[in-house]
């Protein structure tokens, strides 16, 4: 694990109270600064009312002290890492460090947790010594829930602090590390906006509706049941609004000028105050009526709220029916209806920039699979799905005369995955199981790899299951080196078949 015995973050804020938060869940003791001890301690008070809970346990907040810029700072030179998180203005953020460079300890690694600001930027003026200590690292909201940690060096960073950050963000936090290029957005902020940006483009001409969207864009094409717009009301549409427009001022040579610019519809809620959960209302508004609660929907067209509708989508509830998620976006993006218009001009469009902006923006394909996955829970990557949908299909359906270079060989974009968990489907579709009843199966992983994979109804663990745990175990020690247990499924297993 790497080296981080203690830790500060400077900001009590919604971001900071919760890094706060996972660090003293990993047993780090925290001192959370703000500009005073009072506005510290309401910030971690917050966070412990927060649902879901940032905390293990309660106990855990024990290890977190707080205190103020005011008062306090000093105490910075016993922590190993100092995690910035006030607020997104550059100067601001500026001023805090050179506060803090005096009273770093030597080997003190000194991170960002901005979500756009340049890296580089944020350390101007700093002293060499300083800037070879200094690095972004990008939480993702929840941190103790979401498994992406974004780290970005800069040109002056040691190799050794990304490394040392690197380790004990994976084996200390649990965090999904992608080192990531100093660019706006980073990795999957980049992405992930430009692909809402067009599906608000496609809400906003009155095309679809809200719940169709939805239907569109959730588990159909491997992605939360949250899908667009209940995932935006739980994330702030202000924050939202927030990301775009700080891409859309940073990026003005993007080859689709204005791509991260919202619909006028974006700003009308904004000036409402319907930003989402938060507010109360955003996309979708909880009702309560003497019969219980319900829930009404945004009509784009009035700014009124309504019942919600069933989406009537046919070509989506035939893709549906197939357990492949490949096959069910193939199925999408050949339809000739609405559809397969709406995912052409919204998964398409975003795969393509995906493939386009790779190289600029991260060291590897699988950096940006990697990056999607663990930010914002997209079942396969997209270079996953250029190879899982095909080539040619995407590129017929997106009208491409030719592939981007960064998907004209597979081989390469498999390379750049390295080493990682091995999907099952996969490795089943290589090689036939070395054993299987109807609970389970024994899969060869290769690499002397043997997996117990269960696939009874919601995973539930009964005769069969236990039957085949005990044939791995034994399987294992004959003729393979490692014996993993696992599936593919979003839930692990529902418990015992009783």
């Not at 080997?107 to 060499?128: C, K």
């Not at 060291?363 to 990056?371: E, L």
């Not at 079942?379 to 590129?395: D, K, M, N, Q, Y």
Request: overall charge negative; charged content about 25%; aromatic content about 6%.
């Amino acid at each position: 694990m790497g080296h981080v015995r203690s830790a500060a973050v400077l900001g009590a804020g919604t971001m900071g109270a919760q890094i706060a938060a996972h660090l003293a869940n990993a047993g780090v003791p925290v001192l959370l600064l703000d500009l005073d001890a009072q506005t510290a301690a309401a910030g971690l008070q917050r966070a412990r009312k927060l649902k879901p809970d940032p905390f293990f346990t309660p106990d855990a907040a024990r290890l977190i002290t707080t205190g103020g810029f005011d008062a306090d700072l000093p105490r910075v030179a016993a922590c190993d890492w100092i995690i910035e998180a006030i607020v997104e203005r550059l100067d601001v953020k500026q001023a805090l460090l050179a506060q803090v460079e005096p009273h770093r300890g030597a080997d003190a690694a000194v991170s960002s947790n901005t979500s756009g600001i340049p890296i580089a930027d944020i350390a101007q003026g700093r002293s060499p010594e300083f800037r070879r200590h200094w690095l972004g690292t990008h939480f993702f909201n929840p941190p103790r829930y979401l498994q992406l940690l974004e780290i970005i060096p800069t040109a002056d960073t040691d190799a050794g602090v990304v490394d040392r950050i690197a380790r004990f963000a994976d084996r200390g936090l649990g965090k999904g590390v992608v080192v990531a290029r100093d660019t706006p957005g980073f990795i999957a902020n980049r992405i992930g906006m430009y692909g809402a940006a067009r599906t608000l483009e496609l809400l906003a001409d009155g095309e679809f509706t809200v719940e169709e969207i939805d239907a569109l864009t959730g588990p159909l094409i491997g992605r939360a049941k949250s899908a667009t717009f209940r995932t935006m009301d739980i994330a702030g549409l202000d924050i939202l609004a927030h990301v775009a427009a700080d891409l859309d001022r940073r990026l003005p040579g993007e080859a689709e000028h204005g791509a991260f610019r919202l619909p006028e519809l974006v700003g009308a809620l904004l000036d409402k105050g319907w930003i989402g959960e938060k507010a109360g209302q955003g996309f979708y508004r909880k009702e309560r009526t003497p019969e219980g609660s319900r829930i009404l929907t945004l009509d784009p067209a009035s700014l009124d709220y309504r019942p919600r509708q069933s989406p009537r989508l046919p070509a989506a509830d035939a893709a549906g029916a197939s357990e492949d998620l490949a096959a069910r976006i193939r199925a999408l993006l050949q339809d000739k209806g609405r559809a397969g218009a709406f995912t052409r001009a919204t998964l398409g469009r975003t795969l393509v920039y995906a493939a386009e902006t790779a190289p600029a923006i991260a060291h590897s394909t699988g950096d940006v699979d990697r990056a999607m996955r663990w930010g914002f829970g997209w079942e396969l990557g997209p270079f996953e799905l250029w190879e899982a949908v095909g080539v040619e299909t995407i590129c017929e359906a997106c009208q491409l005369p030719e592939p981007p270079a960064a998907v004209r060989d597979l081989d390469a974009v498999r390379r750049a995955r390295g080493p990682e968990l091995r999907i099952l489907r996969s490795a089943r579709d290589e090689r036939p199981p070395v054993r299987r009843n109807a609970g389970a199966s024994l899969v060869d992983l290769g690499d002397g790899v043997l997996a117990v994979e269960f696939h009874s109804k919601m995973n539930a663990i009964g005769g069969d299951i236990v039957d085949m745990l005990q044939a791995g175990v034994r399987e294992a020690e004959q003729h393979f080196d490692a014996l993993v247990v696992g599936n593919d499924a979003a839930a692990f297993s529902a418990g015992a078949n009783l």
